[in-house]
């Protein structure tokens, strides 16, 4: 990953051809995952074809309802989209169904935390059944909340 110094109080430079808002504070940025435009595209299509537990999800964290925090729902970075990511907190919660129970999909799954977590993005994996009972949705947003103090402060 690159990284460039801002110098200079107030400066306002471009940083691998973008503008970094943030450059009067002096400190290392890291540069961001950009997402192609395809992955930008699926994203768009996921937001419309949400499943049922993200649905459910989806409605405890949108608007700050979780304590104020401000998630996106499926979010793209880089070449992936995460099903919902707070960037105060640079944590990425994950809904898994089914399909990540086979062994190629937990492959899959691994490589892409451990690409997230090079991006200094914290990522949360929840299973679907567990978002559907009310009794273990409490403890799902609890853990979510836990984590996006820990990694805000």
Same mark, same amino acid.
């Given at each position: /990953?690159?990284?460039? /110094?801002?110098?200079? %109080?107030?400066?306002?430079?471009?940083?691998? &051809?973008?503008?970094?808002?943030?450059?009067?504070?002096?400190? @290392? #940025?890291?540069?961001? /995952?950009?997402?192609?435009?395809?992955? *930008?595209?699926?994203? @768009?299509?996921?937001?419309?074809? /949400?499943? =049922?537990?993200? $649905?459910?999800?989806?409605?405890?964290? @949108?608007?700050? !309802?979780?304590? &104020?925090?401000?998630?996106?729902?499926?979010?793209? *970075?880089?070449? #992936?989209?995460?099903?919902?990511?707070?960037?105060?907190?640079?944590?990425?919660?994950?809904?898994? &169904?089914?399909?990540?129970?086979?062994?190629?999909?937990?492959?899959?799954?691994? !490589?892409?935390?451990?690409?997230?977590?090079?991006?200094? *993005?914290? $990522?949360?994996?929840?299973?679907?059944?567990? *978002?559907?009972?009310?009794?273990? =949705?409490?403890? $799902?947003? =609890?853990?979510?909340?836990? %984590?996006?103090?820990?990694?805000?402060?």
């Amino acid at each position: /990953m690159a990284s460039a /110094m801002v110098e200079g %109080a107030g400066s306002r430079r471009r940083l691998n &051809g973008r503008r970094d808002c943030c450059a009067s504070s002096g400190a @290392r #940025y890291a540069q961001p /995952m950009r997402a192609p435009l395809p992955t *930008i595209r699926v994203a @768009r299509k996921l937001r419309r074809d /949400m499943t =049922l537990p993200e $649905v459910v999800l989806w409605s405890r964290l @949108r608007q700050g !309802r979780l304590d &104020g925090l401000r998630f996106r729902r499926q979010h793209p *970075i880089g070449p #992936y989209v995460l099903d919902f990511y707070c960037a105060d907190a640079r944590l990425a919660v994950e809904v898994d &169904g089914m399909a990540h129970d086979f062994s190629e999909q937990i492959r899959h799954d691994e !490589r892409r935390t451990e690409r997230l977590s090079e991006a200094r *993005i914290n $990522v949360l994996r929840f299973a679907a059944s567990d *978002i559907l009972k009310e009794e273990t =949705l409490e403890g $799902v947003l =609890l853990a979510i909340l836990e %984590a996006a103090r820990n990694r805000a402060s």
